[in-house]
């Protein structure tokens, strides 16, 4: 579906309006959504599809996930934390798990961007060289 650049520059107004202090307000969100809703301006369908993306990609670039082949030690996992947050900025949400398929070092994903420093993408890479 085309949206038309009027709904998709009243979309990133709405979006800009629900963010407190540079971090999106989840009841601010609920509350543009039902008054657009309620209100049905002409393209309010486009303004609700952009709207969803922008809030879609905020989400993303404020989750972080951390991989790692065995379970990390709790001052590490704050080590690392903290140089994440001191990149990102305040109010990511930071996810551990352990991948035994790494087979040592970490796995970081902070929305689209990934830093892979695991032995077995190492090794992959090692063996495309030949």
Do not use: W
């Amino acid at each position: 579906m085309k949206i038309s650049k009027l709904a998709q520059r009243e979309a990133r107004q709405l979006f800009r309006t629900c963010r407190v202090n540079g971090l999106l307000d989840e009841s601010r969100v609920r509350q543009a959504v039902s008054l657009l809703v309620s209100k049905k301006p002409r393209g309010y369908d486009g303004i609700l599809s952009r709207l969803h993306r922008l809030v879609k990609l905020d989400l993303e670039q404020h989750a972080a996930s951390v991989e790692s082949a065995t379970p990390l030690a709790a001052d590490l996992q704050a080590d690392v934390a903290s140089r994440i947050a001191k990149i990102y900025g305040a109010g990511l949400d930071i996810s551990f798990r352990q991948n035994p398929a790494l087979i040592g070092g970490l796995r970081i994903q902070v929305g689209s961007d990934r830093y892979d420093g695991s032995v077995k993408t190492r090794l992959e890479r090692l063996e495309q060289s030949f």
